[in-house]
């Protein structure tokens, strides 16, 4: 992992723990541009200029174009069955983030990318109580035609913001999270002290603390049928960072 990148996220998460101003000045305005052809959406999501209020430093931090995580599914008897990975793909300072979904069934296997989201920051920020309070600006599957053009399609309204949430707590992140459920593990060989916010209680994943690096990314989360770890994340420019997680 290089020094450089870790120092970086260590102060960013400082300086969140310092107590950000949360009360917004202004709302940031967007622009959104889609054309509608055979189906397909081009979308262009961009931040205007005149935002006012921008994103905390730690939120853009975690959310830069290159950014990937990567977790592997095993089934319940410890089998793998899949590998996912979440990769940012735009981010603004506005706020607004493009996370595609890829998957693969074998370590041999290439990536191949599914879906993808588009979140707007702030409007998860406002939802702090309840999940149900905000949606997906967008979400969609790929669709690989080779007759016609390949290209993104709408699926749904966004309102399976477990797509995300799963995934990632931000309020972790910024250290709003008072009430919380804990879990110890070992990780990269060191003992480590796991979160489950009352907020994402629902989501029964298991996230990286506030003083963590890896802070509200999901390391775990075993469910019914499956469970997952986060195995590897990476950023552009730098090395990709293998994880060892002990129950």
Not at 84 to 113: A, P
Not at 184 to 196: A, E, G, K, P, S
Not at 199 to 211: C, I, L, N, S, V
Request: hydrophobic share 35%.
């Amino acid at each position: 992992m290089s020094l450089n990148w870790m120092n970086k996220m260590l102060t960013s998460v400082a300086l969140a723990l310092a107590g950000p101003v949360w009360t917004r000045r202004g709302v940031s305005s967007f622009s959104q541009r889609k054309v509608f052809r055979k189906g397909c959406v081009h979308m262009n999501v961009q931040g205007s200029s005149s935002s006012i209020f921008p994103t905390p430093r730690l939120l853009r931090d975690r959310f830069r174009v290159g950014d990937y995580y990567i977790w592997l599914y095993d089934d319940k008897n410890g089998t793998p069955t899949s590998w996912e990975r979440y990769n940012v793909t735009k981010s603004n300072d506005s706020g607004v983030v493009v996370i595609e979904m890829s998957t693969k069934f074998s370590v041999e296997d290439e990536y191949f990318t599914h879906h993808r989201m588009t979140v707007d920051l702030w409007k998860h920020f406002d939802a702090f109580e309840y999940s149900n309070d905000w949606k997906l600006w967008n979400f969609e599957y790929y669709l690989d035609d080779e007759q016609e053009e390949s290209c993104w399609k709408q699926f749904g309204i966004g309102d399976n913001v477990q797509a995300f949430e799963e995934k990632f707590d931000i309020f972790s992140m910024l250290n709003m999270t008072k009430k919380f459920d804990t879990r110890n593990i070992m990780f990269q060989n060191r003992n480590l002290t796991l979160m489950r916010s009352e907020r994402h209680q629902y989501t029964q994943a298991w996230y990286a603390p506030k003083e963590h690096i890896l802070s509200g990314v999901a390391l775990l989360k075993s469910f019914a049928e499956h469970s997952f770890s986060l195995i590897k994340f990476g950023r552009r420019g730098h090395k990709e960072v293998d994880v060892n997680i002990i129950l």
